[in-house]
């Protein structure tokens, strides 16, 4: 059961589309936890292999839940990004939205 335990919030983050709920220390911690213990594991060299294995596995699933968060936050900096550059410009009447996240629809505005 904890080889999956990370997985409902990897899901709940995909479905979102947001990686909010998670805190970028927690996740520094828990990869440096988790290489520490990957690094215990191949220096005494009298582990056996599922614990090597095991260890790799948690890495790479930190490191699929760090790509989520920089990757969701950099989404949302862009469309706030979006959002407020047209608000500083007040000679522009066309306001891009990203709807779906694909392309581009343009709204235009009254004045």
Do not use: H
Not at 43 to 67: E, N
């Amino acid at each position: 059961m904890w080889l999956v335990a990370q997985v409902p919030q990897f899901v709940q983050n995909f479905r979102l589309k947001s990686a909010e709920g998670l805190s970028p220390w927690f996740l520094a911690e828990w990869l440096m936890g988790d290489t520490l213990n990957l690094l215990g594991c191949l220096m005494t060299g009298d582990q056996l292999p599922s614990q090597s294995y095991t260890a790799t596995y948690f890495m790479v699933v930190d490191m699929a839940m760090i790509f989520q968060y920089v990757y969701y936050t950099l989404r949302s900096r862009e469309a706030l990004g979006l959002i407020t550059a047209d608000m500083r410009d007040p000679d522009n009447d066309v306001c891009y939205v990203r709807l779906d996240g694909g392309g581009d629809d343009a709204v235009r505005g009254g004045g």
